[in-house]
């Protein structure tokens, strides 16, 4: 894993645009997984100001797959994830709406909803970049604790503590849906490339039970440490309860330009 202890939150969006736009640049074509939340609506924001500034890549040829959707909310609900990534992200650089790929929550399709999602990101060749933020408990996408580490896209149930993490986009965390679908913790490790953006104080236990702790259903996020391209984009405060930062550093410091983005 590549372990990235940045100042600041800015200091993480930048690096993370650079990230995707090198692919972009190399792959027009690319297959990008996308989060949602708030984690990574720096780095997205910066994408947008560098393509409306001129000096992003095209982004017509690339392809998207969001990482999970609500369960229950009707469609083109402002707080779906599918809405919220036209309006934070694709639609701003010119991703085509019907190159943007989620989860499918119609009521009468859930149960074939997850085999169907696994079969199109196949079909696109596999998602190229997956950014990734993390749960305050450890989570990635919706994969509770517990989720199997091998988990396909499927139907999951929120805890009570990501319900009351996520009201703050509803009027009350009654409003917030109990039900999702979300990629599985084997879906997301078959994209190429892990780009996991993390910033503030409440995301330092979660990123230190991630990358230091044990591989554990109990801290979905560990199973990054078994993928073999990860990078972990921190800033001060996200990396704070980390042992090893200053080793983390010096290999950041150290790293050859040839693979710099
Ligand atoms: C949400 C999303 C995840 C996100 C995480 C953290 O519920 N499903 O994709 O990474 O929880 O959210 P945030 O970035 O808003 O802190």
């Known amino acids: ?13 930048a690096l993370a645009a650079d990230t995707i736009e090198a692919l972009v640049r190399a792959h027009p074509e690319a297959v990008l997984g996308l989060a949602t939340g ?20 095209s982004y017509a040829g690339v392809r998207a797959f969001l ?16 809405e919220t990534i036209f309006r934070e992200l694709t639609d701003a650089l010119g991703i085509a709406r019907d190159r943007v790929a989620s989860p499918d929550p119609a009521p009468d399709a859930i149960p074939t909803a997850g085999a169907r999602y696994e079969d199109a990101i196949r079909a696109a060749g596999g998602v190229d970049l997956q950014v990734l933020g993390i749960g305050a408990d450890g989570h990635l996408a919706f994969n509770e604790p517990g989720s199997s580490l091998v988990s ?22 009654e ?18 490339h892990l ?28 199973v990054l440490q078994l993928h073999p391209r990860v990078s972990v984009l921190l800033d001060e405060a996200a990396a704070s309860r980390l042992e090893r930062t200053a080793y983390y550093r ?3 410091d150290a790293k050859p330009d040839w693979q710099r983005p």
């Open 175 to 192: 409003e917030v849906p109990r039900h999702v679908l979300t990629q599985g913790l084997g879906t997301i490790q078959r994209a190429r």
């Open 67 to 82: 990482l999970d959707e609500y369960v229950g909310l009707p469609a083109g609900h402002p707080q779906t994830y599918r």
């Open 195 to 222: 780009l996991l953006v993390a910033a503030g104080e409440g995301k330092a236990a979660a990123i230190a039970a991630a990358v230091e702790g044990p591989v554990s259903a109990s801290c979905p996020a560990s």
């Open 38 to 57: 708030s984690s990574p609506l720096p780095a997205y924001q910066e994408l947008i100001r560098r393509h409306r500034a001129g000096t992003g890549p």
């Open 152 to 173: 396909t896209t499927r139907i999951k149930t929120l805890t009570a503590r990501t319900r009351e993490d996520n009201a703050r986009f509803f009027d009350s965390v």
């Open 250 to 252: 010096e290999v950041f």
């Open 1 to 13: 894993m590549e372990i990235v202890p940045l100042a600041t939150e800015a200091d993480v969006a």
